[in-house]
């Protein structure tokens, strides 16, 4: 939620609208989460009451408060409610990693694999990798809010697939949430990998900017376009793919894609 200052919203704001505001630092108090959504207090105090029952969200006294006084009650983003999975899957490697809510990496590995392997083979060594990771933090499967992948290429992200990935051979069309089903219910999201890169920005350049372009150079070249703060994907998931465009200094050099021409054949 954004919001000029002393403008209200159009329509009441949701429980996950107010633990943003809470978890940016923006609205701290009861009080200021009513004045930032022109929300009721009982309508303050319901959001709140999901939130705190989650976990996600808990009342600490402020100490600072002067003595005499019944001190204030501070609302306080709780990174310790759970943990989120992450993997980045790619054609030579696919990196692991458990980050706490807040964004901290608490543990990570990288996975031995064969160049392009397909998801049959790719993805029961990325469930036991993130396991194995879970394990080593002695935090069992119901801590896990959420898994997130990210994969090169264009991407269906409502059904969390492949749509078309040059260097990915067979992963278009298969969805990758019902591998991780073994690790629990949390919700999968899958992302183009540079989308995801320029997501991660939310800690660096995103704080002081709301558009940015990041590009991504590696096995292939992509690029994760922000504007006005949201992620720019594109009617077919193809936004930033750059890499097979076709430019005169590459007119005649194969591309691994099998076509010529291409950016990421220069």
């Known amino acids: ?36 959504t022109g929300l009721s207090r009982t309508a303050v105090a319901a959001r709140l009451a999901t939130l705190l029952d989650s976990g996600l969200v ?8 002067p003595t005499g006084g019944r001190p204030a009650v501070h609302l306080r983003f709780n990174r310790d409610a759970g943990v989120v999975l992450a993997g980045a899957i790619g054609r030579s490697r696919t990196q692991l990693g458990v980050c706490d809510l807040d964004g901290t990496v608490l543990a990570e590995r990288d996975l031995d694999q064969a160049v392009g392997p397909g998801p049959a083979e790719l ?49 278009d069309g298969v ?7 073994a690790l629990g219910p949390a919700p999968v999201f899958v992302d183009n990998d540079a989308n995801v890169m320029a997501l991660s920005e939310r800690r660096g ?18 690029v994760g376009i922000v504007s006005g ?9 193809a936004a930033g ?3 097979h465009t076709k430019v005169a200094s590459a007119e005649g050099l194969p591309c691994r894609c099998g076509d010529t021409g291409c950016v990421e054949a220069v």
Do not use: C, N
């Open 175 to 181: 969805e990758l949430a019902p591998y991780l089903r």
């Open 205 to 222: 350049h995103l704080e002081r900017h709301q558009d940015l372009l990041f590009v991504k150079a590696s096995t292939g070249i992509g």
């Open 58 to 65: 808990v009342e600490d006294d402020d100490e600072r408060a």
């Open 241 to 243: 793919e750059i890499g």
């Open 1 to 36: 939620m954004s919001l000029p200052a002393g403008a209200l919203p159009a329509t009441p704001a949701t429980a996950g609208e107010v633990f943003s505001l809470i978890r940016d630092g923006r609205a701290l108090t009861r009080s200021e989460v009513g004045r930032v």
């Open 123 to 171: 993805m029961p060594l990325v469930v036991e990798g993130f396991r194995s990771l879970l394990a080593d933090l002695g935090r069992p499967g119901a801590d896990v809010r959420a898994v997130g992948l990210s994969i090169p290429g264009t991407v269906d992200f409502a059904h969390g697939a492949s749509l078309d990935s040059p260097i990915m051979a067979g992963w």
């Open 229 to 237: 703060g949201h992620v720019l994907r594109g009617a077919w998931g």
